[in-house]
């Protein structure tokens, strides 16, 4: 049971680089979103989307563009990386919108701007 | 403003010394509260999911029940297997489809 699948594990980027993290899952998941996961900190929202051509903005949106265009796949793109986001990224889904059901997880992206 | 408060940060156990975990939330109106286990390196992993003050939810040692203010994740007689840090997430009505407040977590470290 592959489930909420995240690549890569590990990144490192210069300042100013892009780059899109993938997260794919299999359960035919209507919703799936982002968090990124700092010390200290809870999990925040990123972007979040209901269905395939919908996304959203969540807590902490700004650097990070998603796009949805199949059930499946829901990747987030750094745009221009910067220091603070330096980060651990993990990608969510869950069956539909209802926010009283629970979410299924990747095991993340580790990434490191410098 | 919406809120939601885990306490203790982190807690040391011997191996079968029962305790329990709190998760305190300030919402508008709870829509469901869970329970989520993570292990270094590893994303959350579900346990619970508690709709209703009084609802009671238990798997293996833990046991979690919900008021209307609070929940707790009581701990039975606990194995090393158990160390992780344990997250508490609270959905709320009048917050957008997405939102889910999360608190920081408790850190669990079970010796033997």
């Known amino acids: 049971n592959a489930g909420v699948t995240q690549t890569p594990k590990f990144q490192v980027l210069k300042t100013g680089q892009s780059m899109t993290l993938q997260c794919a899952q299999d359960m035919n998941h209507e919703y799936m979103s982002w968090y990124r996961q700092d010390p200290g900190m809870g999990l925040r929202l990123i972007h979040y989307?209901?269905?395939?051509?919908?996304?959203d903005q969540g807590e902490v949106p700004n650097g990070y563009n998603v796009s949805r265009s199949t059930t499946e796949d829901f990747p987030l793109r750094l745009l221009s990386a910067a220091p603070s986001q330096t980060s651990v990224y993990f990608c969510?889904?869950?069956?539909?919108?209802?926010?009283?059901?629970?979410?299924?997880f990747g095991d993340g992206t580790r990434l490191s701007i410098l | 403003e919406d809120q939601v408060t885990q306490s203790p940060e982190a807690l040391r156990l011997q191996e079968g010394e029962s305790s329990s975990l709190n998760c305190s939330y300030t919402?508008?109106?709870?829509?469901?509260l869970f329970w989520y286990r993570q292990d270094p390196g590893k994303g959350p992993e579900f346990l619970f999911t508690l709709y209703s003050a009084g609802e009671e939810k238990e798997k293996e040692r833990l046991k979690a029940t919900l008021t209307k203010k609070e929940s707790f994740l009581h701990i039975t007689a606990p194995k090393p297997e158990d160390s992780a840090t344990y997250l508490c997430?609270?959905?709320?009505?009048?917050?957008?489809?997405?939102?889910?407040?999360f608190g920081k977590g408790t850190k669990l470290s079970v010796k033997p």
């Open positions: 969510a889904s869950r069956m539909t919108g209802l926010s009283n059901q629970p979410q299924h």
């Open positions: 997430a609270v959905a709320f009505y009048g917050g957008s489809q997405g939102n889910l407040i």
């Open positions: 989307s209901v269905g395939a051509g919908i996304t």
């Open positions: 919402v508008s109106g709870l829509r469901g």
